[in-house]
Every structure is written in C-alpha cells, then in structure tokens.
C-alpha cells in the first residue's frame, strides 16, 4: 500500500508544481520587445524595407503580435509574446544582413563597370597590361 501512497503523493506534487508554475505572473516582455524594436530600426537603417521586404514585413508582424499579447494577463499568452519578440529581432537581423548584402553586391557591380570603364579608357583590358596578342 505504501507503493500507492508513494505514488499519489507523487502526482499530487507534481499537479501542485504545474498549477503554481502557471499561476505564476510573468511580467511582460519588454525587453524582448525594445530590442526588436531596435534591430527593425536598424534594419530600416539599412534599407532593408526595399532589400529585403519579406523578412523585414515578417519582423515587423511579429513584432506587432508580440505588443498585443504582451498586454495580456495570461502567463501563456505573454510567453508567445516573449518568443514573438526574440523572433521578430532574428528577423530583423536577418532582413538587415540580406538588405546589406544586396547594397555590397550593388556597389561591387557598379565598382566593376567603373574598372572595366577605366581599362577601355586607357587601352588596358582583360588585365594584359596593355600588350596586345
């Protein structure tokens, strides 16, 4: 009988564990929040609205449904805000590193028209230095 009462005790325990960790308040995420704010303003900084308009909208809704979960009393419901916050800053990191990437890759092609402009110029092409075959 003991292995029985061992046993209820147990669950008991561990139902009062879950009821106490879901009651518990959990407050609600605004630093999660302000940093996301903060990588789609960067993001803006760097274009990337234009560069990279899907994971940049993608940061911005999440970021969005993060502020209103956030306003809710649920424990549940302000730690989907919490997860939505960090994932709305990865997605601006991430449209902030492809609107980046694609303004290097602009100015490297404008940079290689300007060299193969110079070598026509100046009789240098294909980097013979100028010798012809």
């Not at 564990?17 to 900084?45: K, M, V, Y």
């Not at 419901?77 to 449209?95: F, G, H, T």
């Amino acid at each position: 009988m003991s292995g029985k009462m061992a046993r209820t005790a147990t669950a008991v325990a561990a139902g009062l564990l879950l009821t106490a960790c879901a009651s518990t308040p959990i407050p609600p995420p605004t630093n999660a929040i302000g940093d996301a704010e903060q990588a789609l303003n960067q993001a803006q900084q760097a274009q990337a609205s234009q560069l990279a308009a899907f994971e940049f909208t993608k940061a911005q809704r999440k970021l969005n449904q993060a502020r209103e979960l956030a306003r809710s009393d649920s424990a549940t419901e302000r730690l989907n805000a919490l997860r939505l916050a960090e994932q709305s800053a990865v997605d601006a990191r991430l449209a902030e590193a492809r609107a980046r990437l694609a303004d290097t890759k602009n100015t490297h092609e404008q940079l290689q028209e300007t060299v193969e402009g110079l070598r026509q110029e100046t009789g240098l092409s294909n980097g013979n230095g100028g010798e012809t075959q």
